[in-house]
């Protein structure tokens, strides 16, 4: 199966995890398909569409793993859509309508009041020439509606299974402003015909328009794509995220330290039967998730979730995976980077951590527990030091003091690391050193950086 999927998000904003749950998701299905991935952004709204916005979308995705084979923007498409206007309304299916959106409004509102529906009653069908030349003439511009079928649209789901859109329910859509721009809905399946797109996936608030786009599909004289419409990503509360506020931008996911991948997998197996947990890559992914996964209520986001799968996702990375990230915070030596890793749960908190081996940390000894150090001291052994030192020194400590358990040990863990947790002494204690050891149970601060 040749598949071709895209994935067309409007530069008005910056991505967030909910946008970039179809992305990952459409490139999940190509990927699994051997597939072709376009990125098509859809700025033919140029009041709010943004360069600004249009290359974050490209960094964004491009941090998540994604590089779209095809790049595309519908303001450069222009003549593919006049093309397929001029056909529509040649054929009858666009016709302008001069209501302003008040006369629109007053229309719903006396619909709703003679209990019928609030949908668009055609009214323009009925302008003569002579009608329209007086509106235009009166400086009325017109927008153009799209005459639907009014028929039940039934359209099998990847997702979902067989769904239906009866479009006798709706109103005819505006597919031209009356600036004569173009609406998304236009210009979407005029795109996914010229660029042979197979499947379209998407979120579920879509459903609707895809009545509306089979139909407009057929009258293009094109046979629709396959659809799959996913399940939404809301926050903790069940609300919806949104773009255009920002929230859970990816620019702040990836300025907090999240690792990408880490994110991704939370964009794509939150609300499927997959588990939330490390994966090596996307294609991982892309092998094990099926659409039929997908469940059909909310997948609700939880930033403690994600929280727990970066730390996971740290602390099972090797060394050769973290080499080029740690060498800007001058570690070199694997066994720092086994010892420290554990304590992460981002990246950048290596930071703050390796001073446990580097220097810089400031002893921590309670006056109660002066004596006790002193000891420590007096018997601290002797290098070369292993994995075995500590046992070796805290069984001396423990039969020359009687101390045992977190008598014993904390006190060594504040003076030797200034904080009371962190990596296991045994495996830290050899790479700190006895010059250094010495230096802290002293009392001193640490002047290596």
């Keep these: 199966m040749n598949v071709v999927v895209r994935y067309a998000p409007s530069p008005t904003g910056l991505l967030h995890l909910g946008n970039a749950r179809p992305a990952v998701l459409n490139w999940l299905f190509a990927k699994s ?32 793993g994604i590089v779209p084979d095809l790049k595309v923007r519908q303001s450069d498409r222009l003549p593919l859509y006049d093309a397929a206007r001029d056909r529509l309304i040649a054929e009858g299916r666009l016709y302008p309508c001069y209501e302003t ?11 709703r009041a003679l209990g019928r529906p609030p ?27 799209f005459k639907l079928d009014g028929r039940a649209v039934t359209f099998p789901d990847l997702v979902r299974g ?5 479009t006798a329910s709706m109103s005819d859509p505006v597919l031209i402003r009356e600036d004569g721009s173009y609406l998304y809905t236009f210009t979407s399946v005029v795109d996914d015909i010229e660029m042979d797109v197979t499947h379209i996936i998407r979120g579920e608030d879509h459903i609707s328009n895809t009545g509306v786009q089979i ?39 990836r300025a907090e330290g999240y690792e990408p991948l880490a994110v991704a997998i939370m964009a794509s197996v939150t609300g499927t039967s997959l588990p939330v947990e490390p994966y090596p890559g996307l294609e991982a992914i892309a092998e094990k998730l099926d ?7 909310p997948a609700r986001f939880d930033p403690a979730e994600l929280a727990t799968l970066n730390a996971r ?33 981002r990246f950048d908190d290596i930071a703050e951590w390796r001073k446990l081996v580097d220097g810089g940390i400031t002893p921590v000894i309670e006056a ?25 020194w805290t069984s001396a400590l423990k039969e020359k003091t009687g101390r045992k358990g977190r008598q014993l040990f904390m006190p060594l863990r504040l003076a030797l690391t200034g904080r009371p947790d962190g990596p296991e002494l045994r495996t830290l204690l050899p790479l700190v050193g006895r010059k250094a050891s010495l230096g802290r149970l002293s009392g001193r601060a640490d002047p290596r950086n």
Aim: proline letters at 4%.
């Design 119 to 145: 949908i668009y009653d055609r009214a323009a069908l009925n302008l003569t020439p002579e009608d329209r030349a007086e509106l235009e003439a009166g400086g009325r511009k017109p927008h153009w509606r």
């Design 101 to 111: 959106a008040d006369e629109l409004d007053r229309k719903r509102k006396r619909a």
């Design 368 to 392: 109660d527990d002066a004596d006790f150090i002193a000891t420590a001291t007096g018997l601290l052994p002797p290098e070369p030091w292993d994995e075995t030192t500590w046992a070796a």
């Design 215 to 253: 139909e407009l599909f057929e009258a293009l004289g094109a046979t629709a794509p396959a659809f799959g419409h996913h399940n939404l990503l809301t926050d903790a509360e069940g609300q919806g995220l949104s773009k255009r506020l920002g929230s859970l931008s990816l620019r702040d996911l």
């Design 313 to 345: 996702m740290i602390h099972a990375m090797d060394f050769e995976t973290a080499r080029t990230r740690l060498a800007d915070y001058g570690i070199t030596d694997p066994a720092v980077w086994d010892v420290l890793k554990e304590n992460l749960t």
């Design 162 to 166: 067989v769904q239906t859109v009866n």
């Design 33 to 64: 398909h051997g597939g072709k991935y376009i990125l098509r952004l859809d700025d033919t709204d140029t009041a709010r569409s943004k360069e600004e916005f249009a290359n974050a979308i490209e960094e964004d995705l491009a941090w998540l």
């Design 291 to 297: 659409f039929a996964m997908i469940s059909h209520s």
